[in-house]
């Protein structure tokens, strides 16, 4: 079992940057992929970003791509998405996601943090 817990969330201004954090806990061992995902009011969840635990491999949804950057902190087992120039349409709430080894998709998330891009 993966335990996962997102904070960092908040309001922020178009043009603004904010920072995620995703705590993992319990078998840290057996994950394989972190990755963040977000859905937005009526819509469905979708892929943000991963990186392969272990590595420093990332892949990125088109539209964040080149300003979300994922990331791990080696020390505390944590996972990092640093949004950086928001816009309104990247309001939603964000769920932090855990793959484990030989799991076939992401089989392990957290509880979601609101993110808000308004003026």
């Known amino acids: 079992q993966v335990q996962l817990v997102e904070t960092g969330g908040g309001l922020v201004q178009p043009g603004g940057s904010l920072t995620l954090t995703c705590a993992a806990s319990?078998?840290?061992?057996?994950?394989?992929?972190m990755g963040w995902f977000r859905q937005a009011p009526g819509k469905e969840r979708e892929f943000v970003a991963r990186?392969?635990?272990?590595?420093?491999?990332?892949n990125y949804a088109d539209s964040v791509r080149g300003r979300f950057t994922i990331a791990r902190d080696y020390d505390k087992n944590t996972g990092l998405l640093h949004m950086n120039n928001l816009t309104p349409g990247d309001t939603a709430i964000y769920y932090c996601?855990?793959?484990?080894?030989?799991?076939?998709?992401?089989?392990?998330w957290g509880q979601g943090t609101q993110v808000t891009v308004s003026s």
């Open positions: 319990g078998s840290t061992n057996s994950i394989y992929h």
């Open positions: 990186f392969v635990w272990s590595t420093t491999v990332t």
């Open positions: 996601a855990v793959r484990s080894t030989g799991a076939s998709e992401f089989d392990y």
